[in-house]
């Protein structure tokens, strides 16, 4: 019979319609500001720099090196390397940067600097609400603005964050123990080798360990 | 039929559609010369999507273009990440791991879901079925971007694969939410079809418009779902076997009329042999390692030479050309862009319809502007 197609699609509308009073599949819209959808864990959105202890300043992950700036696709990164060096995650002197400007206006949520950088430094945020009157200015994130403790990193990423933690737990602990062979059977050869005798990190080892999250 | 009468010319009327009409997908203009409401000529006019794609590639190193691919069709970011990682693979001779192939294959055919699922809506917003349509298909599409989220990090913009393999392993549960979102598909397909498949309003609208013969797919490289609803047998999966797709058992779908409405059969069909894939391979996924060790992020220079990579894309056949001179960056780079192509024969299939057709007939052909102009 004509008109059966029809009737049937209606039918169809008619049951996602009365549908959607009762059952949640059928009505999945989220009424944004007021209510939220969860976090999805991996989710991805602008990088940050992870710092370690209560100084963003001092402990700043990042030795500068510049390998971010160089792989970066669209080129959004801008990095200046300091004159002087401080002690770093593990514990050697570092340059740190100067000047680390992102321009999020040009940055397109890749994460290639997050695969790159050997030093678990730049990872990535979840903050999505950045709006700004001020296109060039207010899009262009320094190293203040970009700078996030590593607390803040377990909040948002805890798996990931977790693993670094004990990937760099490991790598410190490797580094004290090189030291003490270095210094303990041959004093010699410790001497020969470095002048660069590490000074004690600050607040670097924060141990946070929680290795069975890790995956 | 497609010349005007005699004598007729002067009345002709040419009129410019888009590029900001919604019905043209993106930004894409054609200019068309109507007799009365006829089509009597159509010039499609691409490019204002245009992002030198293929000029940035040969400045960036090779993984450097991997988030450039997700913004090609911008719908199916995973199987552009696949297409481009098959092509370095074989430029490189890098082998992927088992875990890695079958995540290939979950992700990719989750797309072809996805892009199909969002396809069928638009082309039935084409037709006037004003949103309906289009919110029941877009429901089911943010269950997989949410599959896609928690796996990759973006919802579409993903750059999820890696020469050699994927960049993460899959988060705890998350086979599990695939399998549930895969056990729930049928459901909607079932209502989907329902809905608008036997209605004698879009039966009278599409049966017998917009004819693709067989002979005029093969002669203008038509690939992918358009070129099997004209019947032509040709499915790369089948074809070249890449990747795991031999060890998968799932039918090729064929249309016999080559019309708007077997298109969109086509899709419904595609859709449910997807499932199958989908079916067995998160089945059958082991467990192991999802990346090549010898796979690193820096310092990837492949030997001199050239290689084309390709595979069925949700849009048809998805190639990548590449030569490489032993430096960090391409030589060469080209796409061979399934939507750029599949539109090549517009004109063939307006010429003598109405100018409302026009709009149903662009959507069932299926383009991403950001493919067709990259």
């Known amino acids: 019979m004509i008109g059966d197609g029809i009737l049937k699609g209606l039918a169809e509308t008619a049951r996602n319609f009365f549908g959607s009073y009762v059952s949640k599949e059928r009505l999945t819209t989220v009424q944004y500001p007021e209510e939220k959808l969860p976090q999805i864990e991996s989710s991805r959105n602008f990088p940050f720099l992870v710092y370690d202890g209560a100084e963003w300043d001092a402990g700043m992950r990042c030795v500068a090196c510049q390998i971010c700036e160089k792989e970066c696709p669209p080129k959004c990164i801008f990095i200046e390397k300091s004159k002087d060096k401080k002690p770093d995650a593990v514990g050697k002197p570092q340059f740190y940067p100067a000047r680390f400007d992102i321009d999020i206006s040009v940055c397109m949520s890749c994460q290639i600097c997050v695969e790159v950088c050997p030093f678990d430094a730049i990872k990535m945020d979840v903050q999505f609400d950045l709006p700004t009157d001020d296109r060039f200015g207010g899009l262009m994130l320094d190293r203040h603005k970009l700078a996030k403790s590593n607390e803040y990193y377990h909040e948002i990423h805890p798996t990931e964050a977790s693993a670094v933690d004990a990937a760099l737990d490991a790598e410190r602990a490797k580094a004290a123990a090189a030291k003490a062979a270095a210094a303990a059977p041959k004093p010699a050869a410790s001497a020969a080798t470095g002048t660069a005798a590490p000074p004690q990190p600050p607040a670097a080892s924060t141990p946070k360990a929680s290795e069975g999250e890790a995956k | ?275 199958k894939i989908l079916e067995q391979a998160l089945r059958e996924i082991p467990d192991g390692p999802i990346i090549d060790p010898k796979s690193k992020p820096r310092g990837f220079r492949p030997k001199p030479g050239e290689c084309y990579g390709r595979i069925e894309g949700p849009k048809g056949e998805l190639g990548f050309y590449l030569i490489s001179d032993g430096s960090p960056n391409p030589y060469r780079y080209r796409v061979r862009p399934p939507s750029l192509i599949n539109l090549t024969v517009l004109e063939d299939l307006c010429l003598g319809h109405n100018v409302a057709d026009v709009v149903v007939i662009l959507g069932s052909v299926d383009i991403v502007l950001g493919e067709v102009d990259r």
């Open chain 2, 1 to 275: 039929m497609t010349s005007p009468e005699p004598g007729h010319e002067e009345r002709l009327l040419e009129i410019s559609m888009g590029p900001q009409h919604p019905s043209t997908h993106g930004v894409f203009r054609m200019n068309v010369v109507l007799d009365g409401e006829r089509v009597v000529r159509l010039k499609p006019v691409f490019g204002y999507l245009h992002r030198n794609h293929e000029k940035i590639a040969e400045n960036e190193t090779y993984l450097g273009s991997m988030p450039y691919t997700d913004r090609l069709d911008y719908i199916c970011s995973l199987t552009n990440n696949w297409g481009y990682a098959l092509a370095v693979e074989k430029l490189a001779g890098i082998t992927v791991p088992e875990r890695a192939e079958y995540l290939r294959v979950i992700t990719a055919e989750l797309t072809r879901l996805l892009n199909h699922a969002a396809l069928l809506g638009f082309l039935l917003q084409d037709m006037g079925a004003s949103g309906t349509p289009l919110m029941y298909a877009f429901r089911e599409r943010e269950k997989i971007l949410d599959l896609f989220e928690s796996l990759t990090g973006a919802r579409m913009m993903c750059n999820y694969m890696r020469f050699g393999g994927c960049r993460v392993d899959t988060p705890a549960g998350w086979l599990d939410q695939a399998r549930k979102v895969v056990a729930d598909f049928p459901r909607f397909l079932d209502e989907f079809e329902k809905l608008l498949v036997t209605n004698e309003i879009l039966m009278e609208r599409t049966q017998g418009v917009g004819v693709l013969s067989r002979e005029l797919a093969i002669s203008s490289a038509i690939s992918g779902p358009m070129a099997r609803a004209s019947g032509l047998n040709y499915d790369i999966r089948k074809v070249d076997g890449y990747g795991i797709y031999p060890r998968f058992s799932f039918r090729v779908p064929l249309g016999s009329h080559g019309d708007i409405y077997d298109r969109y059969m086509i899709r419904f069909l595609e859709m449910r042999e997807s499932l």
